[in-house]
């Protein structure tokens, strides 16, 4: 006969995966865990839509940060441009001030028919470097007196001008673009004084008179 271990009873063999009786099987999700999953989800979704509303904001303040950059940086540029140019034409003015007695040499030489030979071809490549550079010459006998761009060193009166005029150029003037290195030194006259009254007294007396 064989001996039975005191304390320990047999237990019946179990097959693999069977649930014992009264154990609830492990895999089975309760009722709770399934009505918290959604809200969970909800909670999560909210605070991804608060984030990326947050990146969003982040995103638009950079943007406006960069288009002002841009556009100071093109004022800047604009500015600067200006400024460089502006330099440069008071540069090139104060070297052309300098050559205009000379071109003023070369233009009283060639009204005296002086400007012949070698001296001719000097003063032509003169006058070619020097409107390269911008500087354009002006003042020009009829024109009307222009105190902005003419210095009246001569006056007097004459019948035939019914304004002042400019009737000779003593020394043309030059400018580059719209800046006036020398005003035009001309003589100028003025209409004849009482000549407008003589010749209002003359249309009245023309008018009033009738042919019979």
Not at 26 to 48: F, H, I, N, Q, W
Not at 157 to 184: F, K, M, N
Not at 186 to 197: D, L, N, R, Y
């Amino acid at each position: 006969m064989s001996e039975e271990t005191p304390g320990f009873e047999e237990k019946p063999d179990v097959p693999s995966g069977a649930t014992p009786d009264g154990a609830e099987p492990k895999d089975a999700p309760s009722s709770s865990k399934e009505e918290a999953s959604p809200a969970g989800d909800a909670v999560e979704t909210v605070g991804l839509t608060a984030q990326l509303d947050q990146v969003r904001t982040a995103l638009n303040e950079r943007t406006g940060d960069l288009q002002r950059l841009q556009a100071e940086y093109q004022n800047y540029r604009r500015r600067v441009e200006r400024d460089r140019a502006g330099v440069k034409e008071i540069a090139v003015a104060n070297i052309l001030s300098e050559l205009l007695p000379v071109l003023d040499d070369v233009g009283r030489a060639r009204d005296h028919g002086e400007l012949v030979g070698g001296f001719k071809s000097v003063a032509e490549s003169l006058e070619t470097v020097v409107a390269k550079l911008g500087l354009q010459q002006f003042g020009k006998e009829g024109e009307p007196f222009d105190p902005t761009i003419h210095e009246a060193l001569m006056h007097s009166y004459a019948p035939d001008v019914t304004e002042t005029t400019c009737v000779s150029i003593l020394q043309p003037g030059y400018r580059i673009g719209e800046r006036t290195i020398r005003p035009a030194r001309v003589a100028v006259a003025e209409p004849q004084p009482g000549a407008s009254k003589e010749e209002k007294a003359t249309d009245e007396e023309s008018g009033g008179t009738e042919e019979v």
